[in-house]
C-alpha cells in the first residue's frame, strides 16, 4: 500500500524555468491537495481538487497550476519559477462524505530556485 | 474562515518529563481536528484525530488528545517523552473540501537528555 507518492523528492530550478510535480494515490481518495510549507508558517493550500475534472484554488495560487484528469493523479505546474516558490511542497489526500478520512501526505518535494 | 493557532513555538522538554503542545481553533461547525508529527527532512505522519464521540482521544506512540469545546481547544499529553519525539507537531482542523486542512505554524519540540 502506497499511499501518496510524490516525484521528484529534490530539485533545483533555474528563474523562469518550468516543472512539474508529480502526485499519485492509491486509496482511490475523492479530494486532493498541494500545500507549500515555509520555515515557521507551517502548511498553505495551493490548490485543491475534489474529484477528476474539477479543482480550485487555495490559499496561494499564484504562480501554480494543476490539474486532475484521473482520481489517482495530482500534477502541480510551476510554469515560470521564481525564487519566491522555493519551499517543500507536499501532496495530500483524503476522503470527504460517504466516510471522512484524515489526511495522508506525501514525503514532500524540497524545491529551490536560484 | 477556519484557523488554528498553537503559541508555542518552541518547547524544550527534559527525557520522561511529560508534555502538554497547545491547539487553540477556530471553526464554523463542528470540527475535525488532527495532530500530526514531522521530523526531519519527512512528511507529516497523523497522529491522531477527533471527529466525533469521546473528546479523550488515544493516538499512536503513546500519545492523548482532548477536545474541548467550551475553550475552542485540542491540547496534544503525552505522560514520559522519549528523545525520538523531538520533531515539529502541527495540529490542524478542518475536514477537507473547499478550505482543505487549515494548519498551525507548528510547535519544535526538544527533548533535553
Known amino acids: 500500500n502506497a499511499g501518496v507518492t510524490q516525484t521528484p523528492k529534490f530539485r533545483i530550478l533555474k528563474i523562469g524555468q518550468s516543472m512539474t510535480l508529480q502526485c499519485t494515490q492509491d486509496?482511490?481518495?475523492?479530494?486532493m491537495y498541494w500545500y507549500r510549507q515555509d520555515p515557521g508558517m507551517g502548511l498553505k493550500l495551493i490548490y485543491y481538487?475534489?474529484?477528476?475534472?474539477?479543482?480550485d484554488k487555495g490559499e496561494v495560487p499564484n504562480g501554480y497550476n494543476v490539474s486532475r484528469s484521473t482520481t489517482e493523479d495530482f500534477p502541480l505546474r510551476l510554469e515560470l519559477a521564481a525564487p519566491s516558490q522555493t519551499s517543500v511542497y507536499f501532496c495530500?489526500?483524503?476522503?470527504?462524505?460517504?466516510?471522512?478520512?484524515?489526511?495522508?501526505f506525501g514525503q514532500g518535494t524540497r524545491l529551490t530556485v536560484v | 474562515a477556519q484557523s488554528v493557532t498553537q503559541p508555542d513555538i518552541h518547547i524544550t522538554v527534559s527525557e520522561g518529563a511529560s508534555l502538554e503542545l497547545r491547539c487553540n481553533y477556530s471553526?464554523?461547525?463542528?470540527?475535525?481536528l488532527f495532530w500530526y508529527v514531522q521530523s526531519p527532512g519527512q512528511g507529516l505522519q497523523l497522529l491522531l484525530k477527533?471527529?466525533?464521540?469521546?473528546?479523550l482521544v488515544q493516538g499512536i506512540k503513546g500519545f492523548e488528545a482532548e477536545f474541548k469545546r467550551s475553550q475552542s481547544s485540542f491540547n496534544l499529553r503525552k505522560p514520559s517523552v522519549h528523545w525520538s519525539d523531538a520533531a515539529e507537531y502541527f495540529c490542524?482542523?478542518?475536514?477537507?473540501?473547499?478550505?482543505?486542512?487549515?494548519f498551525g505554524k507548528g510547535t519544535h519540540l526538544i527533548i533535553q537528555p
Open positions: 495530500a489526500s483524503n476522503q470527504v462524505g460517504r466516510g471522512n478520512t484524515e489526511a495522508f
Open positions: 486509496m482511490n481518495h475523492n479530494y
Open positions: 481538487s475534489v474529484g477528476a475534472g474539477i479543482t
Open positions: 471553526y464554523g461547525a463542528t470540527p475535525y
Open positions: 477527533y471527529f466525533s464521540g469521546d473528546t
Open positions: 490542524a482542523v478542518g475536514a477537507g473540501g473547499a478550505d482543505g486542512l487549515t
